[in-house]
């Protein structure tokens, strides 16, 4: 046995619940073990103290106290249930982040420059995209005068080529 596993059993050992092979075991290894062994005698020490302590009764208005506070509880944290929901959570962390940020927008003593760098960001981003989408444009009627060339090369190559042929013998049955 390992020190770890030592540990896990020893308030088990204690407490006299292991059987008879595991607590050979356990003795045999705190034989070699000297810290097993001290962690031994210092729980068997806690223990003894813990048993001079006095035990005192509880009474009956202080259980019924206790027992009806997770009644209460339950009544009050309906709306907290809510908020602490786990699927929840990204949409408010989301909303934190948000509200973080347009507050130092609007606290912000220089608020003037920041919306003059968003705009000036917006517009060129928005130009970059109109851009593109113009590209994109004249490269769909560009290819498009090669449509047939395209359509014919792809009839050659071998599987689109088999699967027409089994088309054409479907057509002609």
Sequence with gaps: MDCEKIKELLSSYVEEELGEEEKLRF?????????????????REIKESLADFPEFEVS???????????????????????????????????AVILLTLVSFYFFNPERALISKSLSRNFHLGYSKVERLCVRAASLTGYVSGYKDYLFASLKNIAPFAEKEQENKIKMED
Excluded: N, T
């Design 27 to 43: 003795e045999s290894h705190l034989e070699s073990c000297k810290d097993c062994k001290s962690l031994l005698f210092s729980w």
């Design 60 to 94: 009956e208005e202080l259980l019924s106290s206790l027992y009806s506070l997770p009644e209460r509880k339950k009544k009050l944290s309906h709306l907290g249930d809510f908020f602490l929901h786990s699927s929840l959570q990204p949409i408010l962390a989301s």
